[in-house]
């Protein structure tokens, strides 16, 4: 590995270089090179630059080669081949799915002995379970992010709304009155992911704890699919964006007064003349909030060398100080207890009242089933909720197939 | 005015597949939030010309357009060459397993490149090729496209050419090389031209082998303005842009080259 | 004999650095895959069962599949011909002389030359429902609007219409320089005869353009059984309103890459090939009869 990175910053641009043997383009004046598959698009990959700088000076023997893998799906697909080639990287974002087959093929390394106990300890509970696999920290949070409740001001006040709804059933109601007010109420995207909220707001669960099956062909779930099918269909006070729109596009263009949506979309709201706030995600049954982002894990191939360094590197990553730095930079969430406890965090979200309101839903966060064979069966159950949505299925019947395909992808090989 | 029907059409054609780019165009100078209204905006006001500025130094474009340049550049030039000896070998010489050999030539287009992805990876990987140009080059340097290409055209080319070559004593290198390459040039500007476009904007595989933003090309710089909660519209557009310019300098240079009448080549 | 021989060599000598290459990179991939898709593997672990020809079995009787292939062959049925036509009207029009020639090919070709990463987002954003021109075009007009990329019942016109959109220019290049071919003496023979501009091309142009028709054809359709990149990046790497862009290779990818069936994802690759030779032999065996191809 070394000898590839040594040889990456070697080669120019220059013909003369084509074809030049690795061998002699190898003078690592450096004694460790740890290499970090990353997916920090333009502004968020300038800000993991600016840091990883920052690490590289504290820690002149290390070198941290940052390659950008552009999308997350071009990521996975590096990572892959990869792993298939034995040629893996360092460290590299994973997301959780993906990171379980990761741990059950042994192709990621636990933490617990590698990362000082203080740093583990501070992380917040709910990261500390999604990275935890098989009783073991896997890997680190690094981009994460919950959902909120954005909403519009101006048509809050239009629509005689003082406070945002909290509950599904205030959802339901303002939405209406805003819809009759002149704008839609609510931008919801009839996929699965909405589903899975709405699910776990009504006390209900993704799949059966042995992971093999759909838990959801039951109250909870009528429940959950009823409500979206009403917002769009019976009250009409729903827009349903598809997949092919973003729904920020659409709350930035004031083409609805709600939506939920996560608070790394926080700088894509940027039209002067949308006027918005952001509120904790109102409650079913339970409050339950859904979660986005990656991790980052160490790989077991990496020499004994590279894996100290990593270490290092990824405790710098959530050393309270980083993690600020990170989230004011990027919008996503400060992942460590102390940080929000701290004053410089008070300070700012006195200035910035927005950024308050993710963090202090954490408690009600989840995540999804961490499943590496589940995507398929999501994307299907995405259609089959859909179809419900738009009505051309009874609810039962989408619910029914939703869970269907599921299963057949959890099952099949 | 017997041309009326056919401007008309024309330019139906071309507004067809024009006003995409005119979008294009009119998103690269917006400020962001005139980019997604309910009614478009057509003039934006203020003009941001600094969209190109920001969207050029928000990866090392430079660096960028110079490989894209030197690697297809490369793939071109390898792909004609051993196109034309491969489609010449098919379509004038009657050997021991041509049928079978070019139907497998024909076979080899219709795998999907997904399914070869992780196979070519480990190969390049094994030879200790990620990370070098070889390793994003030489995969590419030949496509089944051009040599069917090629052999379509030197099929259709009259039997006294390759006759009277061969009374000259010309061996089959030469008549290719001296006699029907210079024919065939509307068909290799074509061939290099498609080729060229393709390698320019391919970028999964350079994801996959580059682990360094000194070996990427101009489409990966295309994908840093979309992220998974929204897209830099108006940034990416300006980019994109940009990254049409060299393409299309190339085919106002090219085509008049493949339009120019075989008569002018000697044929006749 | 002898001199077959002699030629053989010849002919290989030519072929050898395509021979090479596509071995190395297209041939031994494909037999590689073939092998895997003979196991249940997600091509990292090392556990590998073999499982016979159980995935090709599980391909056929899973109804999503069968959705793709049926989305698949519309897709060619609609596409092919709509392309070749197009761009041989278009290729046909740039040979004659009109003037801001050089402006109009240009034109054409432009999709071709654009990185999907780009058109796609462009083309995701005119059929937006909200803030697409082509819902605003049709208002101004006085049609109704459409949810274009949330009716199923659109999905496919919306495919053929972007695959056409990407690939006139490509196809109008190739007949281009297929018309360059055919000579001028012909053309002045029937001028003497005192032909129409329409039997021109009709007894001369069409016949002499068969190598490139014939061309233009197996690899439009190559290309369209391939379909995949164009619905993934339109519909937000969904699969279309109610599967309705769910195509053979969406399919295969989203097993092999998403799902980690490594070994399933290929026997639908070969699935996928299968079908695409048999109609690929198909075509050629036909248009054996139509013109000169040996």
């Known amino acids: ?413 | 005015m017997r041309k009326t029907p056919i401007y008309l059409f024309l330019i139906l054609l071309a507004a067809f597949v024009f006003v995409p780019f005119l979008w294009m165009i009119i998103t690269s100078l917006k400020p962001s939030f005139e980019v997604m209204t309910k009614i478009p905006i057509w003039i934006p006001q203020p003009i941001r010309f600094s969209n190109y500025g920001k969207a050029l130094s928000s990866s090392p474009f430079g660096t960028y357009f110079l490989n894209s340049f030197f690697i297809s550049m490369l793939e071109t030039i390898f792909d004609l060459t051993f196109g034309a000896m491969a489609a010449y070998a098919f379509a004038r010489i009657d050997f021991y397993g041509r049928k079978v050999l070019f139907l497998v030539f024909l076979a080899t287009m219709m795998v999907p490149g997904e399914m070869m992805l992780v196979p070519n990876f480990i190969t390049i990987s094994g030879w200790g090729w990620t990370n070098t140009y070889q390793g994003l080059i030489v995969p590419w340097l030949i496509s089944v496209f051009t040599i069917f290409l090629m052999r379509q055209f030197f099929l259709g080319l009259p039997q006294e050419l390759f006759d009277a070559a061969e009374l000259d004593g010309c061996s089959h290198f030469r008549i290719l090389f001296q006699i029907i390459f210079p024919l065939a040039k509307p068909i290799w500007i074509t061939a290099g031209l498609i080729k060229f476009v393709g390698s320019w904007n391919s970028f999964l595989w350079v994801l996959i082998v580059a682990n360094s933003s000194s070996l990427y090309t101009v489409p990966v710089g295309l994908l840093n303005f979309t992220s998974d909660f929204d897209t830099v519209y108006n940034q990416m557009m300006a980019a994109a842009t940009c990254s049409l310019l060299p393409l299309v300098i190339l085919f106002l240079f090219g085509q008049r080259y493949f339009i120019e009448g075989i008569s002018r080549t000697g044929l006749r | 004999m002898i001199l077959k021989l002699r030629r053989t060599v010849v002919a290989y000598t030519l072929l050898f650095p395509s021979l090479i290459l596509l071995g190395i990179f297209t041939i031994y991939p494909i037999l590689d895959s073939l092998y895997i898709s003979f196991f249940r593997w997600d091509i990292m672990s090392t556990a590998r069962p073999f499982v016979g020809l159980q995935n090709y079995i599980h391909i056929f009787t899973d109804p999503l599949f069968l959705q793709a292939l049926l989305n698949t062959v519309e897709y060619v049925v609609f596409f092919v011909p709509i392309v070749m036509i197009v761009g041989l009207l278009a290729a046909l029009l740039l040979n004659s002389k009109v003037r801001f020639l050089s402006f109009f090919r240009t034109i054409m070709f432009l999709p071709y030359i654009t990185s999907l990463a780009a058109t796609g987002v462009l083309w995701q954003w005119l059929f937006n429902d909200q803030f697409g021109l082509v819902n605003y075009f049709l208002q101004a007009v006085g049609l109704p609007s459409q949810d274009w990329l949330n009716n199923q019942n659109l999905t496919m016109f919306t495919m053929v219409l972007f695959g056409v959109w990407q690939n006139l220019g490509y196809v109008a290049v190739i007949f281009l320089a297929g018309l360059q071919n055919v000579s001028k003496e012909a053309y002045e023979a029937a001028d003497v005869d005192g032909a129409s501009a329409l039997q021109k091309v009709w007894h001369i142009t069409l016949p002499l353009l068969s190598p490139t028709t014939y061309f233009v054809l197996l690899l439009s359709t190559i290309e369209a059984f391939r379909v995949f990149l164009q619905v993934y990046v339109l519909y937000g790497q969904t699969p279309g309103p109610n599967n309705s862009g769910m195509t053979l290779l969406y399919y295969m990818y989203e097993m092999g890459f998403n799902d980690y069936k490594m070994g399933y994802a290929s026997a639908t690759a070969y699935v996928l090939f299968l079908i695409t030779f048999i109609v690929t032999l198909i075509q050629m065996t036909l248009s054996r009869r139509v013109h000169y191809d040996q």
Not at chain 1, 265 to 284: D, E, Q, S, V
């Open chain 1, 1 to 413: 590995m070394n000898k590839l990175i040594a040889s990456a910053s070697a080669v120019g641009v220059t013909t003369s270089l084509l074809f030049a043997p690795l061998s002699s383009v190898v003078h690592a004046s450096t004694p460790v090179t740890i290499t970090f598959y990353e997916s920090m698009g333009s502004k968020l990959g300038k800000e993991l630059q600016n840091l990883t700088n920052q690490f590289e000076k504290q820690n002149p023997s290390i070198q941290v080669q940052l390659v950008f893998t552009a999308s997350y799906s071009t990521l996975q697909q590096k990572l892959t081949a990869s792993v298939a080639a034995r040629n893996e990287p360092t460290i590299a974002q994973l997301e959780d799915s993906w990171e379980q087959k990761f741990v059950d093929d042994g192709i990621i390394a636990p933490l617990n002995q590698v990362l000082p106990k203080k740093s583990i300890q501070d992380l917040m509970p709910v990261w500390v379970r999604d990275n935890t696999f098989n009783g073991k920290l896997y890997s680190i949070p690094f981009n994460k992010s919950d959902y909120v409740l954005y909403y519009n001001t101006d048509d809050f006040k239009k629509a005689g709304i003082k406070t945002p709804p909290s509950t599904w059933a205030q959802l339901e109601s303002d939405a209406i009155k805003l819809t009759k007010s002149g704008v839609s109420g609510f931008g919801m995207q009839p996929n699965y992911y909405t589903f899975e909220m709405f699910l776990r707001q009504a006390d209900g669960t993704d799949l059966k704890t042995k992971n093999r099956q759909a838990a959801f062909t039951n109250q909870a779930g009528l429940r959950a699919l009823s409500f979206m099918t009403k917002l769009a269909h019976q009250d009409k006070a729903a827009s349903v964006i598809s997949a092919n729109a973003y729904l920020s596009d659409g709350f930035n263009a004031n083409e609805y007064a709600m939506d939920i949506d996560t608070v790394a979309a926080l700088t894509y709201i940027n039209n002067p003349n949308t006027h918005f706030a952001l509120a904790p995600i109102p409650r079913g049954v339970k409050a339950a909030v859904p979660t986005a982002g990656t991790n980052v894990a160490l790989f077991t191939s990496a020499t004994p060398q590279q894996k100290a360094a990593a270490a290092k590197y990824l405790e710098f990553l959530i050393a309270p100080n980083t993690a600020f730095a990170w989230s004011t930079a990027t919008g996503y969430l400060p992942v460590d207890k102390s940080i929000l406890k701290s004053n410089i965090w008070k300070a700012y979200s006195k200035k910035h009242p927005l950024v308050g309101v993710g963090p202090s839903e954490l408690p009600n966060a989840f995540y999804g089933p961490r499943v590496a064979n589940m995507f398929s069966g999501e994307t299907e159950a995405s259609t089959q909720i859909a179809n419900a949505v738009n009505g051309t299925v009874s609810v039962s019947q989408g619910l029914s197939q939703a869970a269907q395909a599921i299963n057949q992808a959890l099952a099949s090989n």
